[in-house]
C-alpha cells in the first residue's frame, strides 16, 4: 500500500493507493502545469467539456420549466453510470487518465461529470425541434448523441486519455481502438434516459395536457427528474438483450454487425417519425431564439478541439500515469455474467501478450515494464498508424455533424418547438401586435 502523494512521476508502479480519509479517498487536487507537460491534449478536451457543461446550463436556465430539470436529470444519470462502471467488476473495464480535480478513488474526473450534459442536452434540445412523435424521439436523441460522442472517442483514446480492459469480451470489438460497444452503449442508455424523462412527466404531472416543456410543481418534477436519472441505466442494459447478447454472446458476430443493426432500427423509427411530424405541421415556419446560440458556441468548441488534436499534437508525446488495467500473470482467466451466459477474460494485462497498440511502455527510463501486481503506472502514447487517415474520419464526422445539427436547428421547427406555454404566448402576442 503507497500513500497518496507524490505518485505522478513518469515511470512509477504501485499495487494500490492507501488513502488518508474519506476526503482524500473523494477528491484528488493536482498542478495543472504537469498535466499540461504530460497531456496537453487531455487538457484540450477537458476545457471543451467544462465549457459545453457550462454552456448547456445557461442555456437550461434561460429555458426555464423543464429544461433545468432535463440538465439535472442528465448529470444525474451519468454518475449513476460511471459508478457502476467503476464498481461493478463485471463492467469495470476501463480508466480514465489523472486530471487536475479527480474524484472517487481517482477514477472520476471533473470534466466527465458534464460530458453527459454535453452529449445528451444537446442532442434532447436539437432532436426536440423536429417535434417527433414520442414513440421516435428518445431514438434520435440516441443517435444524435453518437454523433456527438464519435470525435471525442476516436481521438481521447489514441491520445491516452483513458485505456480499456486488454480482453474483456464486450469491448474486444474496435473501430480505431474504440469498441463498437461503445456506440452501442451511448445509442441506448441515451435513449433510455430520454423515455423515462418524459414517460415520468406524462404519468405524474398534473399539466400533461400542455406543452412535454411546461413544469410541473418543484416536487413532482424532481421525482420525475430523479426515476429517469435512477432507470435511465437499466433501460439502456434492457437495450442490449434483444440484439447484441444473443447475437454477440451466443453467435459470435463482431460488435460491428450489432451496432449497425441497432443503428438501422434507429434511423428507421427516426425516419418513419419524421415523415409523420412534416406530415401533420407542414405551416410552421423555424424561429430561432438567442438561447440557441449558446449551443452552437459549445458544438464549435467541442468538434474543433478533437479536430486540432490529431493535426497539430502527437499522441507518442502524451505520457498517462494513474490507474489502469491491473498488471499480472497472462493465463489468469476470470468469468464474465452476462444474460446469455458466462464469458471469459484475463483478469489481468499481460504486458508480454496485450493487443492496445495505442500505448506502450517506451516513455518509461530503460523502458521498464510495469511489474506483476501493479494497478497504478505509466504508459506511453504511441505515433497514429496513418495521421492523415485520423484527420481525414474526424473532419468528416465534423462536416456530418455540421450538417445535421443546423438542420436540427435552423431547418426543422425552430426554438417555438421547444417553446413552453408562457414564452409561445409572449411570441404569439408579439405577432399580433405587428
Given at each position: ?155 481521447s483514446v489514441n491520445f491516452l486519455h483513458w485505456t480499456w480492459h486488454d480482453t474483456d469480451p464486450n469491448i474486444y470489438d474496435r473501430h480505431y481502438w474504440v469498441p463498437w ?30 406543452g412535454k416543456w411546461e413544469a410541473s410543481t418543484m416536487w413532482k418534477e424532481i421525482l420525475c427528474t430523479l426515476f429517469a436519472s435512477l432507470l435511465g441505466t437499466p433501460g439502456g442494459i434492457l437495450m442490449f438483450i434483444p440484439i447484441y447478447h444473443p447475437l454477440h454472446d451466443v453467435y459470435k458476430l463482431h460488435s460491428e454487425v450489432t451496432f449497425f ?174
Amino acid at each position: 500500500m503507497v500513500k497518496n502523494q507524490d505518485l505522478r512521476s513518469p515511470g512509477v508502479s504501485y499495487p494500490s493507493i492507501d488513502y488518508e480519509n474519506f476526503w482524500d479517498w473523494f477528491v484528488q487536487v493536482s498542478d495543472i502545469e504537469y498535466h499540461w507537460k504530460h497531456e496537453p491534449t487531455y487538457l484540450i478536451s477537458q476545457f471543451a467539456f467544462l465549457l459545453g457543461g457550462l454552456l448547456t446550463f445557461i442555456h437550461a436556465l434561460i429555458k426555464r420549466q423543464r429544461f433545468i430539470y432535463l440538465w439535472i436529470g442528465i448529470l444525474l444519470h451519468g454518475l449513476v453510470v460511471e459508478m457502476m462502471s467503476y464498481w461493478v467488476p463485471d463492467i469495470d473495464n476501463f480508466w480514465h487518465s489523472q486530471t487536475p480535480i479527480i474524484f472517487l478513488g481517482q477514477r472520476l474526473p471533473l470534466h466527465i461529470i458534464f460530458l453527459y450534459p454535453c452529449f445528451l442536452y444537446q442532442a434532447s434540445v436539437a432532436v426536440s425541434k423536429l417535434k417527433l412523435p414520442l414513440w421516435a424521439e428518445p431514438f434520435a436523441v440516441g443517435l444524435c448523441t453518437v454523433l456527438v460522442d464519435i470525435p471525442y472517442d476516436i481521438i481521447s483514446v489514441n491520445f491516452l486519455h483513458w485505456t480499456w480492459h486488454d480482453t474483456d469480451p464486450n469491448i474486444y470489438d474496435r473501430h480505431y481502438w474504440v469498441p463498437w460497444n461503445s456506440y452501442y452503449f451511448h445509442a441506448c442508455f441515451a435513449a433510455s434516459f430520454t423515455f423515462w424523462f418524459h414517460f415520468f412527466r406524462r404519468r405524474m404531472c398534473s399539466n400533461k395536457d400542455g406543452g412535454k416543456w411546461e413544469a410541473s410543481t418543484m416536487w413532482k418534477e424532481i421525482l420525475c427528474t430523479l426515476f429517469a436519472s435512477l432507470l435511465g441505466t437499466p433501460g439502456g442494459i434492457l437495450m442490449f438483450i434483444p440484439i447484441y447478447h444473443p447475437l454477440h454472446d451466443v453467435y459470435k458476430l463482431h460488435s460491428e454487425v450489432t451496432f449497425f443493426i441497432l443503428f438501422a432500427i434507429f434511423l428507421l423509427i427516426i425516419w418513419s417519425g419524421d415523415r409523420k411530424a412534416q406530415r401533420n405541421n407542414n405551416d410552421i415556419k423555424p424561429k430561432t431564439f438567442k438561447s440557441t446560440f449558446l449551443l452552437i458556441l459549445h458544438l464549435i468548441v467541442h468538434y474543433t478541439s478533437f479536430l486540432i488534436m490529431p493535426i497539430f499534437f502527437k499522441p507518442e508525446d502524451e505520457i498517462a500515469v494513474g490507474l489502469k488495467e491491473p498488471v499480472g500473470p497472462c493465463d489468469k482467466i476470470v468469468p464474465v455474467q452476462t444474460v446469455f451466459g458466462v464469458l471469459k477474460k484475463r483478469q489481468f494485462l499481460c504486458v508480454s501478450d496485450y493487443d492496445e497498440k495505442y500505448f506502450d511502455f517506451h516513455c518509461i527510463p530503460k523502458e521498464q515494464i510495469p511489474p506483476h501486481g501493479s494497478h497504478w503506472y505509466t504508459a506511453c502514447g504511441v505515433p497514429l498508424q496513418n495521421q492523415v487517415e485520423m484527420i481525414a474520419i474526424v473532419s468528416l464526422i465534423c462536416v456530418i455533424a455540421c450538417c445535421v445539427f443546423w438542420n436540427l436547428h435552423f431547418n426543422s421547427f425552430g426554438d417555438e418547438a421547444i417553446a413552453t406555454k408562457l414564452k409561445a404566448t409572449k411570441v404569439s402576442t408579439q405577432k399580433k401586435k405587428k
